[in-house]
């Protein structure tokens, strides 16, 4: 027995030492991995203090940041100026650069391998860079001279560093291609960057496609009900005073300085008729490669649009104009928006810029903000600049106005990481790609043109094919824009910029130290013949054709209109008389109507001050509040849990604020009203904007035999009722007093690229969140959601700034995330909870306050070597 006892007790320590010493092992594991970790993180963070000797630079150049990381670049010359920003931007959101520019050019697979294919093949066929490179060599001297020293800055930067010390980034690539090197920055690879934001901005080309396929499905009268006409009687028109878009002469719009533009007047802009891009992509669904584009950047969704009101000096305290932005795009991290000050020492002629707000990384210039005269936003036009046309193709010919033309092709070849080489064929029309290779939605579409135009056409033979006419298909001269945009100093300056800036098309609202306040739209904005864009069009009838573009004089304009105040929210821009045809597809106008109503009603109390327009940016109502109410009024659930929940309904105050119980549910209700509706009609219909569903909703209710309503509208709400309380009950308790709308509705910050790898060490590495917010979508608190995917935030105000005219150390702005790309550096996420939480920085710009807020302090230093 004692033996035995032995034995058994005797074999515990050799065990236990098995166990310490795996465990020591997989300490020591864990800590040279934590170190590898740490060392491969640190290692890629920029150096923002001493100096740095930089070959190509004429002069000596300061970098000096803030608390935020907010660097302000102060520079001699123009030429050092933006050859510093590129240094910078590479600093710190060169991944991002390098990220974007494969995307770009349709060259992801470079990077990733063949899962990237498809999207390489979309992006390809639609050739950004190819465009971007002749929008390049067309600049004027000046301009091309700043992209090429903004490249200069970055390849500098790139001479001293390479691989894991460029970005963590890097250093995980490195796990599936090693072999990978960054190549030289270009200029052409920053162009580039403004085609993808036209396509994040592009507004309408899945509606139409959407409705194409809608109404193989749906009658007319479904179709009218799904998509009802904007409500002008109702919400806001952005140029109320003025619907038809005339009176330019009237409005004593003062010329240009003659600093903003050495090329152009303004009034003259290209029109070019034929698109030489043309894809053929293989084997996903149109929507789904969409979709995966979209994924690759600040995506477009329901809710991507953005919010710009400026007030006149007479209705603010200090007797000069507030001026308010915040643009709406997809969830990103980092932010899309790179902050920055660039500040020449002396401002002359050669040096004419000190202007201060969000660009993008890899671009050069400053795209929304104010330098030392002006300040100006941008909103999405929210104009219709893309449409399908129905083809006629025979082999390698298709049908034109009873003759046949040739079908234009093209080869490209992708390369893939660890892979074989793939060829890609592409076609195109003289309307520009040849889409009905991309599968399911539009091979749908061919089998069955929805055009009414076909009823009595004589239609040529061959085969149904669809192809896209769009204005971000031609060669533009936006890449010059933003620098006379920068150099502005009235409003005949920024007219100029906006008659340059044709692509994307935007709402652009402006303010100055002379105390006026304006509106202009710029954009390259079509002439249609015979159709409106709403359904595919006969590609082979010239009648159906673009027409050309609006002359920018045309061009929808308002200068210190009588109410004081401008709100642009991607509502409709001016009636239905306005000379030119211009969308059916605008915002239905909540957003705006609500600014409208708040600011009228601040004016009422008093002066407007900045804090006010801060608080503005927050505000949460949800645009079918009063509606559910209303529906909800009525009706009565046995279930009493069921019933209090809709009690905290009728007593919610419409407001989406992330605390509030009725909010959580009077989403969660929303969600399952809409998809009873729709499903009543037996067949799929996408809810993608709940502006609009919003108006379908309100029409409906006011209609209890609408066939929307299924057998009975009052068993349709009581089941959404009992199904909206389940969801809730499951997610967040049965007591409805414990729910909230702030973390059902949270931000997760996903890292664009690695953040979705599917590997949960590497998406921790990057990704931050969930943080609980408020808003929704069609709110002025622009935290948009899919009610087909769920109630996360997926859009967002992407920034917001209020800037202060009479004192620009008094605006206030923030980022979504921070300044820095990097993981794990203090910047990388630093402003995501105040963005959350409402919270703008001041918005440091003299000199002197500048002075007191530098936290680091970089001397770029030029050298021969």
């Known amino acids: 027995m004692p033996a035995k006892s032995a034995r058994r007790f005797g074999k515990r320590p050799r065990l236990r030492n098995v166990i310490l010493g795996t465990i020591s092992t997989l300490v020591v594991l864990a800590l040279a991995l934590g170190g590898f970790v740490a060392w491969s993180v640190f290692r890629a963070f920029p150096d923002t203090e001493g100096t740095l000797d930089v070959v190509g630079l004429e002069h000596e150049v300061t970098v000096q940041r803030d608390a935020q990381g907010i660097p302000t670049v102060t520079a001699e010359t123009s030429h050092d100026l933006f050859f510093a920003q590129g240094l910078v931007h590479a600093q710190d959101r060169f991944w991002e650069m390098d990220f974007r520019r494969h995307m770009t050019s349709g060259r992801l697979s470079e990077l990733f391998g063949a899962s990237q294919l498809d999207t390489d093949k979309f992006l390809r066929t639609l050739d950004w860079h190819g465009i971007a490179e002749q929008e390049i060599e067309a600049l004027p001297d000046r301009e091309r001279a700043y992209y090429e020293a903004y490249a200069d800055g970055v390849n500098a930067y790139l001479a001293e560093r390479e691989g894991g010390a460029l970005a963590l980034e890097y250093t995980v690539l490195g796990l599936q291609n090693s072999d990978y090197e960054p190549a030289p920055w270009t200029p052409v690879d920053s162009a580039a960057w403004l085609k993808a934001m036209a396509w994040d901005l592009r507004t309408n080309i899945e509606d139409e496609t959407t409705r194409a396929l809608l109404t193989q499905r749906l009658d007319d009268d479904a179709i009218e009900d799904l998509y009802p006409e904007y409500p002008f009687d109702e919400h806001p028109v952005i140029l109320a005073e003025d619907p038809d878009g005339s009176g330019i002469a009237e409005a004593n719009i003062p010329e240009p300085s003659g600093n903003a533009a050495d090329d152009q007047p303004v009034g003259q802009q290209t029109s070019a008729e034929t698109s030489e891009t043309a894809p053929t992509v293989e084997a996903a669904s149109l929507l789904e490669v969409i979709a995966e584009v979209d994924a690759l950047m600040p995506n477009v969704g329901e809710g991507v649009g953005s919010n710009s009101w400026v007030v006149s000096g007479e209705h603010t305290e200090s007797g000069l104009p507030l001026l308010a932005n915040d643009p709406h795009l997809g969830a990103s991290l980092p932010s899309v928006w790179h902050q920055m000050h660039l500040r020449c020492a002396e401002v002359s002629e050669e040096c004419p810029y000190d202007a201060s707000g969000f660009g993008f990384s890899g671009l050069p210039g400053i795209v929304i903000g104010h330098n030392q005269d002006i300040a100006w936003g941008f909103t999405n036009l929210t104009t219709d600049v893309a449409d399908l046309y129905v083809e006629r193709v025979e082999g390698d010919e298709y049908w034109h106005d009873g003759e046949k033309r040739p079908v234009e092709t093209r080869q490209e070849t992708l390369e893939v990481a660890g892979g074989n080489d793939v060829l890609l064929d592409v076609r195109s029309t003289h309307h520009g790609p040849i889409l009905s290779d991309l599968q399911r939605d539009f091979t749908m579409i061919t089998i069955n043109p929805p055009t009414d135009a076909l009823d009595d056409a004589e239609i040529p033979p061959g085969e149904f094919e669809l192809s896209l006419r769009w204005t971000a298909l031609d060669v533009t001269t936006t890449a010059q824009a933003i620098f006379t945009l920068n150099r502005a100093e009235n409003f005949g300056d920024l007219r100029q910029a906006a008659s340059e800036f044709e692509v994307p098309g935007q709402n652009l609202v402006y303010a100055d130290r002379q105390g006026n306040i304006g509106y202009q739209a710029p954009g390259k904005l079509p002439i249609r013949g ?302 995501a909870q105040d963005w959350a939480d409402g919270e703008q920085y001041p918005w440091n710009y003299s000199a002197d306050v500048l002075e007191q807020h530098w936290e680091d302090t970089l001397v770029l230093q030029p050298t021969g070597d």
Do not use: C
């Open 530 to 831: 015979a159709g409106d864009g709403f359904l595919p069009q006969p590609g082979w009838d010239s009648a159906y054709d673009w027409q050309g573009t609006i002359p920018f004089d045309q061009h929808p304009v308002s200068y210190n209109p009588d109410s004081g105040y401008i709100v642009t929210a991607n509502n409709a821009i001016v009636t239905d008389d306005y000379e030119h045809f211009l969308s059916r597809d605008w915002d239905y106008g909540h957003r705006a109507a609500r600014i409208v109503e708040e600011l009228e009603a601040k004016l009422e109390a008093g002066s407007v001050t900045v804090d006010d327009m801060a608080e503005l940016h927050m505000d949460n109502e949800f645009p079918a509040a009063d509606a559910l109410q209303e529906a909800y009024a009525s009706i009565d659930v046995d279930d009493a849990e069921v019933q209090e929940a809709i009690a905290l309904l009728a007593d919610w105050d419409g407001q989406n604020d992330p605390d509030s119980a009725g909010a959580a549910f009077a989403n969660v209700l929303w969600n399952h009203v809409t998809h009873a509706m729709v499903r009543t009609q037996e067949t799929d219909i996408p809810r993608d904007d709940q502006s609009r569903y919003a108006v379908f909703f309100k029409a409906q209710l006011e209609d209890p035999e609408s066939p929307w309503w299924g057998d009975s509208q009052e068993q349709l709400l009581t089941d959404a009722a009992v199904t909206a309380y389940e969801e809730l009950a499951d997610e967040q308790g049965s007591n409805s007093q414990d729910w909230n709308w702030g973390d059902l509705h949270a931000l997760t910050l996903t890292h664009e690229s690695f953040g979705t790898s599917g590997i949960g060490p590497i998406e921790a590495l990057f990704n931050r969140g969930p943080y609980p917010v408020g808003g929704g979508s069609g709110v002025v608190n622009a935290t948009g959601w899919d009610l087909d995917e769920g109630y996360a935030t997926t859009t967002v105000p992407s920034m917001r700034m209020v800037v202060d005219v009479d004192d620009w150390d008094n605006s206030v702005w923030h980022n979504l995330t921070g300044t820095s790309g990097h993981a794990f550096h203090p910047n990388y996420t630093d402003q």
